[in-house]
């Protein structure tokens, strides 16, 4: 059907199942906007959507974390694991935090009051 749009879960795409994660949430939701911004100018919406993977992290505990592009289609296809990709992991983690607010909140919570796990 045309002129019908979902992101997330919700979403299938014709080249094929795409992983339930964030990043592909993410991405179709950029895509979503920018083709509804366009329709209410008046214009044709874009080409379909494509995913671009840009890899994995995932946070280990102790300071540890995994990095892994192989999968990626554009830059360095790399997998790291140990200090370096809890850095990498940090520091995109903190990149995406939207606010002022939480930049300032996210290292504080980090490094000065751990993390809180009395809601759990």
């Known amino acids: ?3 019908i749009w979902a992101i997330g879960d919700a979403s299938v795409i014709d080249s094929g199942r795409l992983p339930a994660t964030a ?3 993410y991405q179709e939701a950029k895509y979503v906007a920018k ?3 366009t329709l209410a100018k008046g214009r044709k919406p874009a080409k379909s959507f494509e995913f671009n993977n840009m890899g994995s992290l995932a946070y280990l505990g ?3 974390a995994i990095y892994d592009r192989s999968g990626s289609q554009k830059g360095p296809k790399t997998k790291e694991a140990g200090r370096f ?3 990498l992991w940090r520091s995109a983690y903190f ?3 939207l606010s002022l607010r ?3 909140l996210v290292p504080v919570y980090w490094w000065i009051f ?3 796990i009395s809601r759990f």
Do not use: H, P, T
Request: no cysteine.
């Open 102 to 104: 939480n930049k300032i």
């Open 62 to 64: 102790d300071w540890k």
């Open 114 to 116: 751990g993390r809180d």
């Open 1 to 3: 059907m045309e002129d």
């Open 23 to 25: 990043q592909v949430a």
């Open 85 to 87: 990709a809890w850095l």
């Open 95 to 97: 990149s995406m935090s």
């Open 35 to 37: 083709n509804l911004n």
